[in-house]
């Protein structure tokens, strides 16, 4: 019977290392338990190195990096485990991490002619430590960069694996009339499971070079880059079109001010265990979350609110307020509809859920300007309050529950159109039909559209508005980028469509800076404290008008407090 193994602390007093532990396999035959030599040793990152040639005549020496792999893997059911052997000692780990050790040890060890080395998160780090393990994640990054190659591990196989890696080796011995079974293999392996985690973005992006095992099988990312694209090797598209778009060579689509709320927004929603790693899993993608030190003594909340901060800070801009409607579960179907992050400030976005439907069906640009001036914030004692300058326009008089798609088939328009009169329930059912229509030309099949702007200057006319809501034809391939919309009115005759739940009495307010004006409500924290309840698109205030109204006296300046 062997002891628990019992890991012993890392020195983290090296001025230009990090320490690290590295991990061995040693060799058995398939029916003997796994034995492995973990040690320590130390990682020279290009941070290190930078900082050690930066300082003449420096003492301390530098040791070189030891070869090693890293592996790039999911951890699976964290109950499931199987004890392997470590300096002699037991250590648990997942039954996925088991299955690569062994076929590590089985099926490849004996072909080496090299003793490999590995770094394993699970193994590695100490995960019970919680100062150990945020000090590791810092520079998590650097490990897989350092890395002589990643490996990743897809788990055992299976028919789809063995014939999806057939195909990818072998294509041209596969002829048409199997294709439909090698594309049901490719989504197979390659959509879902290890493909859903949030860490292989990081993982996979830093990699000098990329190994995609399966089973005892084997294939070089370069030989399957060649053949990705949209359908079942969608994943490796986008992993490789963002490996692509950070290289200096080409232009990015991340290189905006906007990069870490691309970030956060693409990739945050994907699977991991713990909450925070959202943004600890995502940070070194982007400078602006650079900031963010991880430490898994903070709350989710808190972690979340560090990076609204960072994001705010680090680009002068609160686009991010924007996003506080991101209330959809991942996955669900139909998307089903969760609660926030507990305690999360009202300002600062959830990055566990997806966007809850979208304003921009409105203009389709983002040239929008409501706050024209500069932006102006003042700052707090407390992170989690977030101070900014604007005007109150006005209060909500009159708000539509939001819009919940029914999600049946797209031809199901009688379906959509009984939904969309319960959204507008002034308007006739007859008249809503009516704005359902099918492009020209008809044919057979084709996706009804919603003259959505139609039907909402007739819904603004029928409830008194006064004026033309929609000036152009709007229309929508689909009713469901509405979701989460509600129509609303206030006390002077502003009409709009915003986010969130609106009551009676919330305000209007245009914060200096922002695209889109605000609804808040008065909250009981302190005096002139507010939740942020959505961002709306005003009819008459998207171009900076609040200024005027100010100006003539009919609105007024005020610093709220956000919580």
């Not at 350092?146 to 990818?168: P, T």
């Not at 986010?499 to 009981?524: H, T």
Request: hydrophobic content about 35%.
């Amino acid at each position: 019977m062997h002891s628990q193994y019992i890991y012993e602390p890392l020195s983290y007093d090296h001025e230009y290392c990090q320490p690290i532990r590295l991990i061995r396999i040693l060799p058995g035959v398939s029916d003997e338990p796994i034995l492995c030599e973990l040690f320590k040793t130390y990682l020279t990152t290009s941070e290190g190195r930078q900082k050690r040639e930066s300082v003449e005549g420096t003492l301390q020496e530098t040791p070189e990096n030891l070869e090693y792999d890293a592996l790039s893997y999911a951890w699976g059911d964290a109950q499931d485990r199987v004890a392997i052997h470590v300096n002699g000692k037991t250590l648990l780990v997942t039954q996925n991490l088991w299955s690569f050790l062994r076929h590590q040890r089985d099926t490849f060890a004996p072909t080496d002619n090299s003793d490999r080395t590995f770094w394993i998160d699970a193994i590695c780090i100490d995960q019970m430590n919680l100062v150990e393990r945020s000090k590791q994640v810092a520079f998590i990054a650097d490990i897989y960069k350092e890395a002589k190659l990643v490996l990743a591990w897809l788990g055992e196989e299976d028919n789809a694996s063995r014939m999806a890696f057939d195909f990818l080796l072998c294509p041209d011995t596969y002829d048409s009339s199997v294709l439909e079974y090698v594309e049901d293999a490719l989504f197979d392996t390659f959509d879902g499971g290890y493909w859903d985690r949030l860490w292989i973005v990081q993982e996979l992006h830093h990699a000098r070079r990329i190994i995609v095992r399966c089973g005892p099988r084997e294939l070089d990312w370069k030989l399957i880059r060649p053949r990705a694209h949209p359908g079942p090797l969608a994943r490796i598209t986008e992993i490789e079109d963002y490996r692509e778009s950070r290289n200096p060579q080409h232009q990015s689509k991340w290189d905006e001010h906007s990069q870490a709320l691309a970030v956060l927004e693409t990739y945050g929603i994907k699977g991991c265990t713990d909450p925070r790693d959202s943004v600890f899993g995502l940070r070194s993608l982007t400078y602006d979350l650079m900031s963010v030190i991880p430490d898994y003594s903070m709350s989710a909340a808190d972690v979340y609110t560090a990076a609204a901060r960072a994001i705010i800070s680090s680009s002068g801009s609160i686009l991010l307020l924007e996003k506080t409607n991101k209330r959809k579960i991942s996955g669900t179907e139909p998307p089903r509809i969760g609660p926030r992050t507990d305690d999360l400030p009202s300002w600062v976005p959830d990055w566990k859920v997806c966007e809850y439907g979208s304003l921009s069906w409105l203009l389709g640009r983002n040239d929008l300007n409501a706050g024209h001036n500069v932006l102006k914030l003042f700052p707090h004692d407390n992170p989690r309050v977030l101070v900014l300058g604007g005007i109150i326009v006005d209060t909500v008089l009159r708000a539509t529950a939001p819009y919940n798609h029914p999600y049946c088939e797209s031809w199901n328009w009688r379906k959509i159109a009984r939904q969309l009169h319960c959204w507008l329930p002034d308007c006739n059912i007859g008249f809503i039909q009516d704005c359902l229509f099918n492009p020209a030309p008809l044919r057979a099949g084709r996706v009804k559209r919603l003259d959505i702007g139609r039907l909402l200057d007739h819904y603004f006319q029928l409830i008194g508005y006064q004026g033309t809501f929609c000036k152009n034809d709007i229309d929508l391939p689909y009713s469901h980028e509405l979701e989460g919309n509600i129509v609303l009115t206030t006390k002077t005759g502003y009409a709009g469509i915003a986010f969130g739940e609106p009551k009676m009495d919330d305000i209007l307010f245009v914060a200096y800076g922002s695209r889109y004006p605000f609804i808040i409500r008065r909250s009981e924290a302190a005096e002139e404290s507010y939740k942020l309840i959505g961002c709306a698109y005003i009819q008459g205030l998207m171009n900076g008008e609040s200024i005027e109204l100010k100006a003539a006296g009919k609105a007024k300046e005020r610093t709220i407090f956000l919580v």
